[in-house]
Nanobody, 120 residues
Framework: QVQLVESGGGLVQAGGSLRLSCVAS????????MGWYRQAPGNQRELVAT???????NYADSVKGRFTISRDNARMTVFLQMNSLKPEDTAVYYC??????????????WGKGTLVTVSS
């Protein structure tokens, strides 16, 4: 069974930083794209950043220059370094990944989310 588990959320003041982590576990053959999405109360879930196996990244315009996504392929982990946080960054942050499992083929997986709250 494949799982994604996020950590690193919390409460921070505006201008501060947080680092989110997401670890994949289970019967995994390979992981292609990994990414972070977020959902604020009353809003739809939106893309924050993605990274593929060769390190190519993609960011939402709202976080460019402030957030950095990275990954450790050996540890099956993706990170999101968030700097210069703003109150509008407050949301539940979800890890997402395209994973080929040993027994289930290629599928898309979501973590359960970690809450980031930025106070003004």
């Amino acid at each position: 069974q494949v799982q994604l588990v996020e950590s690193g959320g919390g409460l921070v003041q505006a201008g501060g930083s947080l680092r989110l982590s997401c670890v994949a576990s289970g019967s995994i053959d390979s992981i292609n794209r990994m990414g972070w999405y977020r959902q604020a109360p009353g809003n739809q879930r939106e893309l924050v950043a993605t990274i593929i196996t060769d390190g190519t990244t993609n960011y939402a315009d709202s976080v460019k220059g402030r957030f950095t996504i990275s990954r450790d392929n050996a540890r099956m982990t993706v990170f999101l370094q968030m700097n210069s946080l703003k109150p509008e960054d407050t949301a539940v942050y979800y890890c997402n990944a395209d994973i080929t499992g040993r027994y289930r083929g290629a599928m898309n997986y979501w973590g359960k989310g970690t809450l980031v709250t930025v106070s003004s």
